[in-house]
């Protein structure tokens, strides 16, 4: 347990050369405990390419029907828009799926299912269920993992904003981005992921 602990510290700090150490030495514990390091292997090479994605700037191109308004139902509570509250991402999902890191377009998806968080680890890279519409000619992602902080956040010099306690908003070049706990806007509120169970929506 101390070095489980110490991994999601040195995960939620950025240190994840250090954080892959403490995998190696769990991963020793025996199989049950090996297939979980792997979990946790992938999703820090999904963060790595996540960060490196908003250092250098190269964000995947808008497509048409990603502007489109997204209606549906959060936690039962019917919608007319949902959009990440930063701008950079917009309407579209943050995905970590086996290693690799995605955006998906909220047009594209079915339902969302946010298991409660359990484990300091959750608060970082929550477990979900994504099942993508009819359009996606069955490519659906099934168990992933979202981030629950928005990105860079690691480099903050508040320990509230890295462990994602509280939001705070970065100017940059005349736009504002958030740092801290991840927020979705629906229909111009934010509401914070960690508080999301299920997202019910068209799917094309």
Known sequence: ??????????????EFDRALKQLDV?????????????IYRAAIQ?????????????????VPDQAASTAGTLNGKPFESLEDADPRLGPRLEVFAAGRYIWVSFAHIADIRISPPKTLRDLLWVPAVV??????????????LLPALAPLSALHPDESVRLGRQTVWVEEEGNAFPLGQKLLVVDGEEVP?????EVQLGGA
């Open 131 to 144: 099942r993508l519409g009819p359009g996606m000619k069955g490519k659906d992602l099934g168990h992933v």
């Open 1 to 14: 347990k101390r070095r489980t602990f110490l991994f999601e510290l040195l995960s939620f700090s950025g």
């Open 193 to 197: 992921l960690l508080e999301v169970r």
């Open 26 to 38: 769990l991963a020793q514990a025996g199989p049950q405990t090996e297939m979980g390091t792997l």
């Open 46 to 62: 999904a963060e790595l390419q996540r960060q490196e994605m908003f250092r250098s700037r190269d964000f995947p191109e808008p």
